[in-house]
C-alpha cells in the first residue's frame, strides 16, 4: 500500500519514492501505469504549492482507488497461490482406472444389460417401437394423458433431465401400447401409473412413434421469482409430482416453454437435477387475477380534510 504524508519532502526524498515505486511495481501491471500517470500529472502540482500534495493526498486515500488496491493485492496473492486438488487421488494420473476404462470399452462390457427383443412381434406392429429402460432410483421423467376422443394413452410431456428425456427414446405424443407386456388399452392414466411404480428393473415400451417429434429449439431463460408457488396447493397442476416449488426471490431456468401453460425449470442452484414443472408467466398471471377476484370487496371510506 502507498502512503504519503501531507508534510512537503525534500527533491531528493522525492526521488527516492519515486524510484522505489518503480522498482517494486511491474511496468506491465495496469494498475502501476495508473498511478505511474496519476504520478507524473500531479508533478505539476507539486512543484507550484503544496495544494498538490494535498490534492495527492486525498486521491491515494480515495475510497475507490484503496478497494482497486485490495483487488489488486487479493488477485496477485491469488495468482502466487497454487491449486490443491480437493482429494489426494485428484493430485496424479490413475494408470490403473485408466487402463480398466480401456478394457471396458474395448470389450463393450457395459452394464446394465438389456433383455432382448421379443421375437413374436406380429407383421402389423412394424410401426411400432420397442423402448427398454432400466428404472433406478430416479423417476422416469414422463407424463401420461388420455386422449380426449380416442381414449389412448399418451405420453404429455418429457421432462428435461429425467430418464426418459436422455434416453432419446421417448416423445411427447406417443401412444402407449403396452408396459411391461401389460396392455394399457381401456387403462386410466392413474392404473398405468400404478403399473410403472411398481416394476422393478427393466421396463419395456411398446409405443407407436408420433409422426413429427417435438424439437425443443429455444434458448434457456433465466428469471427470479416474484411470488411464491407450492404444487402441493394447485389443483390444476398436471402431475403433482413433477411440480417444482418455488420461493420469491429464487433464480429459475426456464429450460422448456413449449407448453403454453406449464413450463419447465430448475432452480439456479440444483442444475444437476431433473425439470419441474411450473406455471407460465400467462397462467400465473391469470391465477393471480383469479385470487384476487375471489377476496371479499373492502369498499374503502372517503377521508374529508378539515
Not at 470399452?105 to 407383421?123: G, H, R, S, W
Not at 386410466?188 to 419395456?204: F, K, N, Y
Not at 420461493?247 to 422448456?256: A, F, H, S
Amino acid at each position: 500500500m502507498i502512503q504519503s504524508d501531507k508534510g512537503a519532502d525534500p527533491p531528493d526524498s522525492k526521488d527516492k519514492k519515486d524510484e522505489k515505486l518503480s522498482t517494486v511495481t511491474n511496468p506491465e501491471n495496469g494498475i502501476s501505469q495508473i498511478l505511474r500517470l496519476v504520478l507524473q500529472e500531479l508533478n505539476l502540482f507539486y512543484s507550484r504549492d503544496v495544494n498538490g500534495v494535498c490534492l495527492l493526498y486525498d486521491l491515494l486515500h480515495s475510497p475507490w482507488l484503496q478497494a482497486l488496491l485490495k483487488v489488486y493485492d487479493c488477485l496477485q496473492e491469488f495468482k502466487g497461490k497454487k491449486l490443491i486438488p480437493a482429494t489426494p487421488h485428484a493430485q496424479a494420473l490413475s494408470y490403473e482406472a485408466l487402463l480398466s476404462a480401456h478394457d471396458t470399452v474395448a470389450q463393450k462390457d457395459f452394464e446394465p444389460l438389456l433383455p432382448p427383443l421379443p421375437d413374436n412381434i406380429p407383421e402389423s406392429e412394424e410401426a411400432m417401437r420397442i423402448v427398454c429402460m432400466v428404472k433406478n432410483q430416479q423417476p422416469l421423467g414422463a407424463t401420461i394423458k388420455r386422449h380426449e376422443m380416442t381414449g389412448d394413452i399418451l405420453v404429455a410431456r418429457v421432462i428435461h433431465g429425467g430418464l426418459a428425456e436422455r434416453s432419446g427414446l421417448l416423445y411427447a405424443g406417443d401412444k402407449l401400447v403396452e408396459v411391461n407386456g401389460v396392455s394399457v388399452e381401456g387403462l386410466d392414466p392413474e392404473q398405468v401409473i400404478h403399473i410403472l411404480a411398481m416394476s422393478r428393473g427393466t421396463i419395456i415400451f411398446k409405443v407407436v412413434p408420433v409422426s413429427d417429434p417435438p424439437v425443443n429449439s429455444q434458448k434457456m431463460v433465466y428469471v427470479r421469482a416474484m411470488t411464491e408457488y407450492w404444487p402441493q396447493e394447485d389443483p390444476a397442476i398436471p402431475c403433482m409430482d413433477a411440480g417444482l416449488p418455488f420461493q420469491k426471490g429464487d433464480i429459475l431456468q426456464i429450460v422448456d416453454q413449449n407448453d403454453a401453460l406449464w413450463w419447465q425449470a430448475r432452480k439456479i442452484s440444483d442444475l444437476g437435477t431433473c425439470a419441474g414443472l411450473i406455471p407460465s408467466t400467462h397462467l400465473l398471471k391469470r391465477k393471480q387475477r383469479e385470487f384476487w377476484w375471489s377476496q371479499p370487496y373492502q369498499p374503502h371510506n372517503n377521508l374529508k380534510s378539515t
